[in-house]
């Protein structure tokens, strides 16, 4: 990698508020490489804001959900359609066997190489993603990414009943977009659920329902249990959830991390282009901004 290079090369903005500031000339050897993480829990909407940054200021986006990962049931793990990224160029998404075992360790090395990849393009790494364990072993545990990085922390963050009600009803929408058919398409009655991407919420849940439905079992029990599976992906999504904000409380509160909170709620309490005005106005402005010190000061 090109030791010269620095975070003044790494992020040429495409906005004007740098007011024709000249990056090259904060071109100093000593200065670390700068890296953007897009944290909070599960539906804030932590993909829709790395892609928004990643249009504002060139960079590239590395996939911090353990799930996501891997390859397939992309409406379970709700990944990032291609319409959604935008032609931002994504990392870590998709990736691995279904099967394969990946760790916080596996991702610390991947994550290290897809960054002084987007670095040596002159790019700016965003890491996003609601895995905390692996975010934390990343910058906590890695004595070369402290040395040679300097972070700049969103989370984003919701008010726990608009969220609670957000995740439910999302739940609903992946069923209505064909959640069923791809937990069906990876159901294998010896499997077990502690391995690979059928850790997945969504995939264990429905278990009971995909076994019965196998053994031609009565249309009223099937319902039932298909209204059991839902409820239960409902309740386990909100559970992570609260996992992820009480894992984002304790970095901020024990470890210290600086975290710049952006508060999602009035956007989540608005509908179609109303929401659509107020999450440009209240996030994506607001983020710009922050990313923007964080690169030039
Ligand atoms: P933990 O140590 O509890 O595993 P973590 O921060 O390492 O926490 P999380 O991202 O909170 O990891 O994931 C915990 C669990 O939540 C996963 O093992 C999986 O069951 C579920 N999960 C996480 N992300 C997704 C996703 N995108 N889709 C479905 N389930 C997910």
Redesign the pocket.
Known sequence: MNLSYSICKQAQPLISFTGGLNTNSLNFHNRKDKVVVVMGA?GTGKSRLSIDLATHFQAEIINS????VYKGLDI???KVTEEECRGIPHHLLGIKDPDADYN?TNFRHDALLAIESIIEQDKLPIIAG?????IESLVNDDPYFASRYDCCFLWVDLSLPILQRFVSERVDQMVEAGLLEEVRGVFDPEANYTQGIR????VPEFDSFLRAEGKNTDQEILDTLLHLAIDEVKENTWK?AC??LQ?IHRLRDFWGWNLHHIDATEVFLKQGEDAHEAWKRLIVGPSVMTVAQFLYR
């Open positions: 599960t959900d353990k799930i996501q379970v793990t709700n916080a609601g895995s905390n364990s692996f850790r997945a919420i969504g992570l996992r992820q894992k």
